[in-house]
């Protein structure tokens, strides 16, 4: 019967041994995922994207298809979803769909159905205007550089930087015409849309959880937490037994002095 009671002692304890050996990467991963997301705020881990290709096709992230492209000189002005861009450079905020782009002095001016977004040559916002006759169709100008707007109710011009709007049907005008941008601006501009999507936060709770890993990733976490409670609770018996033996000892050997005087 003692023989019995020693070697399940036995075998619990390299079954504790051995299971601590086996999830120690799992235990890693979730302590150190754990941290950071502890001090996420601290860290602003919701304002680092990833800028990782394979991460973003884990998740599915992909760049809309079709961007739409008005060039300005040697600049181009590309719409990819509701994001807009100058060059490869992101404008910030989401648009609506782009009606037409057009130079004015030494700005450039962008129409959506309800707006005209001025920008420098840099990228910088300069204006939003917003007080515009109807919703806007199409942007052009005319030979003196008058801006002249096609929209649900008409055709208007203005030749005083978009204060006033007057009707005008009679001008020779030249419309914005969309032209497919080259294929490198392309690849870049949608690098850098899939590159501010996702937050890393967002990763480290997906890894923490195990929902990177798809589905079997949960599970996977699940028995991990299972195997954690199981050391916890073997390695509590093994310590109160091997405190047990010893104070048992330390009275046996009590009593054989005791007995020896």
């Known amino acids: 019967m003692k023989r019995r009671r020693i070697s399940a002692w036995g075998w619990l304890y390299r079954l504790h041994r051995y299971i601590g050996l086996a999830i120690a990467l799992i235990v890693l991963m979730l302590a150190v995922t754990g941290i950071l997301i502890n001090h996420s ?70 129409a959506f159905s309800r707006k005209i977004l001025l920008l420098s040559r840099d990228g910088e916002i300069v204006e939003q205007i917003k007080t515009v006759p109807g919703y806007i169709e199409k942007i052009g100008t005319d030979r003196n550089n008058a801006i002249y707007l096609a929209t649900t109710k008409g055709i208007y011009y203005s030749d005083d930087m978009f204060f006033s709007w007057q009707p005008d ?85 009590r009593k054989r002095n005791q007995s020896a005087l």
């Open 169 to 253: 049907n009679t001008g020779d005008v030249g419309w914005a015409d969309s032209k497919t941008p080259p294929l490198d601006l392309i690849t870049s501009i949608a690098q850098s849309y899939r590159s501010n999507i996702l937050p890393l936060d967002r990763v480290l709770l997906d890894i923490h959880s195990g929902r990177f890993f798809g589905r079997w990733g949960i599970y996977v976490i699940d028995a991990a937490s299972l195997l954690l409670i199981f050391l916890a609770i073997s390695g509590s018996m093994i310590w109160l037994r091997h405190k047990f033996v010893s104070v048992r000892g330390r009275y046996r050997k």
């Open 41 to 110: 705020d601290s860290l602003q881990l919701s304002k680092r994207m990833v800028e990782s290709e394979f991460i973003l096709d884990q998740y599915g992230i992909k760049a809309p298809g079709d961007p739409l492209g008005f060039r300005i000189h040697d600049l181009w002005v590309v719409q990819m979803g509701k994001k807009l861009f100058l060059n490869s450079v992101q404008i910030p905020g989401y648009f609506e769909p782009l009606a037409g782009v057009v130079a004015t002095n030494e700005l450039i001016a962008c």
